[in-house]
Structures are given as structure tokens and as C-alpha cells.
């Protein structure tokens, strides 16, 4: 029989074990952090074309009192990997409900504004998102309409029944639905029909190429046509630039969202911001 063994085989792999090591100590690391609330959520406004501010994106931060602040892409793989995923998710809601409670208080919004949060595939998958949702919008006495549930278009394209099911159990309790990051995954877009969605969000690499009259400027022009023949409101996601705004209302797109507007500002500083925004 043919020999195994040899260095190609063999386990011990340096590079592999620093890995393994530091995915180890991150994960530690962020036990920790957890515990000595160095998580929350950022707040990115959202506006639509004619400048109503219309809702919110809630992006997870890492306020770390050494490394300082880290973004969710460093931490998100490893705390999906590690089980840590619902820990950040019920920090990121609890912030979410308290921000909404706190805009409604003082008037600052209406039944329309909604604020957006990232759930990922285990999450999504888990019976026990919507008893979280709804305990804690009611703790905080806020509206369901008022949390939209962001999920990635490659989470449409597994088992369709179950995830319809999943998405009309949702919307039964009146969430709502995003599909983030529209256009790069492999869904069937002709079946998006089939799904409870209110709401697609254009990803950032093809507002990146809007403006080269190539394939970014066809791609966006397409969902924004397909959002509108299925009645479900546009997205523009990382415009940074007036010409890509300008273009996307040319486009008809509903709404944007990117540096131009604002970057994702904490709690404190998001309500001065809305304040001042919706004073204008
Ligand atoms: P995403 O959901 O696609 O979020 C949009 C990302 O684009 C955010 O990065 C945001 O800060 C960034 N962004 C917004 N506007 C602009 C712009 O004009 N220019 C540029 N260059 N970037 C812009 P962030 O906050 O680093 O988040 C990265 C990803 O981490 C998110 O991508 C999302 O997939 C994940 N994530 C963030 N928060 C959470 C969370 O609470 N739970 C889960 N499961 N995932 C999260
Ligand atoms: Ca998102
Ligand atoms: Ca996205
Ligand atoms: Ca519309």
C-alpha cells in the first residue's frame, strides 16, 4: 500500500499552530470583553433620496482598552465559530431597543423609521430568535415594525421551504426583512418573490462601480428595476461620493447609505446627529 506520512502529511504545521493559537487567545479575549461590556452597536444612518432620514444600521464595535476599537470583521468569524455569535446579537438588540425607546421618547421618529440587525446564518437557523426579538421589543416597549432583520442573500439560497418558513413566522410577529448585501450571492433572483422581504440592500462593490457605465452600472441599474417591479424598497449601501448619489437618483433607487451621509457613529453621538438631522 502507498505510503503515508512524510512532511506533506505531517500534523504539525507552525503556521497552522500560531493560528490555532491566536483564534484561541481571540476567543478568550473576547469571554472577557463580554463580561466587561466592551461590545455595542454603532449607529449608520440611512436616508432616502429627497433626505428623510428613514432608519439605522446597527454594526457591532469592539471597544477594546488596549487594541481600541475593532471592527466586526475581526471578531464576528471567530465568536460564530466559537458559540459567541448570540451573546454579541442579544448586546447589539438590547442597544438597538434602547436607542429606539429613547428616539421615541422624545418624539424623534415615526412608525416608519426602523433600525437594522445583522443576524447571521446560526443565528437565523436558531427557534429561539423569535422569542428573543420579541421579549426584549417588548421589554423595551417599542414596535417589531421598528427592527428589520438584515440577512445575507446566500442565507435564501439553502433550504427555501424552511427558510420561508422561518422568514413568515417572523413577519407574522411584524418584523421586517432585508436582503443584505444583494447581488453577490447565488439565489435564484427570479424566486426573491418568494420570500418575505421588504427591503434589498445593493452591496458596496457594485455602488463602487456605478459611475464606469460598465457592469457595476448595469448590475445596480437591474436591482433597482427588480425592487421596483416587486415592490420592494432599494438600498444603496458604501456611497461615499455626490456623483454616486447623484446616480442613484437618476437610477430611482429608495434609499442610501455610506460615508456621505455618515460614518456609523455610537449611541450618543447618533442621537445628536438625528437630532440635528431632523431639524434641517
Ligand atoms: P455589512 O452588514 O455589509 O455592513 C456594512 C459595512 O460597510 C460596515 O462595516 C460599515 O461600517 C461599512 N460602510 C458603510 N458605509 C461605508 C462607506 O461609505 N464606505 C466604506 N468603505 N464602508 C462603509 P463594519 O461595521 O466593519 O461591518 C462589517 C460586517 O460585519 C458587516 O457588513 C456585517 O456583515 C458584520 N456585522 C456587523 N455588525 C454585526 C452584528 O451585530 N452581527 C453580525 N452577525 N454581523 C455583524
Ligand atoms: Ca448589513
Ligand atoms: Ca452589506
Ligand atoms: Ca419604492
Redesign the pocket.
Known amino acids: 500500500s502507498k505510503a503515508k506520512g512524510g512532511n506533506s502529511c505531517s500534523f504539525y504545521d507552525p503556521k497552522l499552530q500560531t493560528l490555532l493559537e491566536n483564534q484561541a487567545e481571540l476567543e478568550t479575549d473576547i469571554v472577557r470583553a463580554i463580561i466587561n461590556n466592551e461590545f455595542c452597536a454603532y449607529f449608520q444612518p440611512q436616508i432616502s433620496m429627497q433626505g428623510k432620514l428613514v432608519g439605522a444600521e446597527a454594526l457591532i464595535r469592539w471597544l477594546h482598552p488596549t487594541k481600541g476599537l475593532i471592527t466586526p470583521n475581526q471578531f464576528i468569524p471567530i465568536a460564530e465559530q466559537y458559540g459567541l455569535i448570540q451573546k454579541l446579537q442579544t448586546i447589539v438588540l438590547r442597544n438597538i431597543c434602547s436607542l429606539v425607546n429613547q428616539l421615541d421618547a422624545k418624539n424623534m421618529i415615526d412608525e416608519q423609521f426602523s433600525v437594522s440587525i445583522n443576524i447571521s446564518q446560526r443565528q437565523f437557523n436558531s427557534t429561539e430568535l423569535k422569542n428573543e426579538l420579541c421579549t426584549t421589543i417588548n421589554e423595551f416597549n417599542i414596535s417589531p415594525a421598528q427592527i428589520k432583520l438584515e440577512i445575507t442573500e446566500t442565507m435564501l439560497s439553502g433550504d427555501i421551504n424552511s427558510t420561508i418558513k422561518q422568514m413568515a413566522e417572523l413577519k407574522a410577529q411584524g418584523f421586517v426583512f432585508s436582503i443584505?448585501?444583494f447581488g453577490t450571492g447565488y439565489s435564484c433572483l427570479a424566486h426573491l418573490n418568494a420570500f418575505p422581504v421588504q427591503e434589498i440592500?445593493i452591496?458596496?462593490s457594485f455602488i463602487d462601480k456605478i459611475l464606469d457605465k460598465g457592469k457595476g452600472f448595469n448590475i445596480v441599474n437591474t436591482i433597482i428595476s427588480l425592487g421596483k417591479s416587486l415592490d420592494i424598497t432599494v438600498v444603496a449601501?458604501g456611497v461615499e461620493q455626490q456623483e454616486q448619489f447623484d446616480m442613484l437618483n437618476i437610477l430611482d433607487a429608495d434609499y442610501v447609505q455610506g460615508y456621505l451621509i455618515a460614518k456609523p457613529m455610537d449611541a450618543t453621538n447618533y442621537l445628536t446627529w438625528h437630532a440635528q438631522h431632523i431639524k434641517k
Do not use: L, N
Request: glycine fraction near 0%; hydrophobic fraction near 0%.
Open positions: 443584505d448585501d440592500k452591496d458596496k449601501e
